[in-house]
């Protein structure tokens, strides 16, 4: 089965709007240093072209769950593929996620970095598709809304194709 790929935000779009939640987020930070955690593979387009615009003290950290196989159904399963290298506590935490769909894998992420007493724990994610929410998840920062469809591009992937592309895009199967 073979699949096309139809734009649904471009480049110019995503950039001017992650520029945008950039400046929100360096306003309300202020002075203090901000921990984010990237959430691979999907978050990583998003938290350098979001990092590169902050204008607060950054520092980076890593972490791989799975909620997905290589189909575009949540198998409801969210297990810690890799965790964090160094420890949260006292920091203030921003969690950068490409896409929130059900909320599983946030709400399973949030729950169990908040048991590691950071500062502060906020979330902010590229997309969020309000329509499929199972279990609900507090989002501080979101650049786009969209429709319940499956998306690929900017890090976001169809089994495993397509993190590359410079936009989001709608797979469509033949
Ligand atoms: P949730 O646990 O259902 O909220 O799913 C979260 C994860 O599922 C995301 O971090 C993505 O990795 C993946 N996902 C959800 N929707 C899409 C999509 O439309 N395209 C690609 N991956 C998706
Ligand atoms: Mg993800």
Redesign the pocket.
Known sequence: MGERIRKLLSEEEIDKRIAEIAEQISRDYGEEQVHLIC?LK??VFFTCELAKRLRVPVSLDFMCVS??GVD?K?SGV?KIVKDLDEGIEGKNVLVV??????????SYLLRNLKNRNPKSLKLCTL?D?PE?R?VEVNVDYTCFEIPD????GYG???AQKYRNLPYVGV?ELD
């Not at 996620?97 to 946030?106: A, P, V, Y």
């Not at 469809?149 to 690929?152: A, D, L, R, Y």
């Open positions: 959430v999907g978050g909620s997905y575009t949540s969210v996620e490409d896409i929130i769909d059900s909320g599983r894998t946030l997309l598709k499929r199972v469809e499956f998306v690929v976001l992937d169809y797979v």
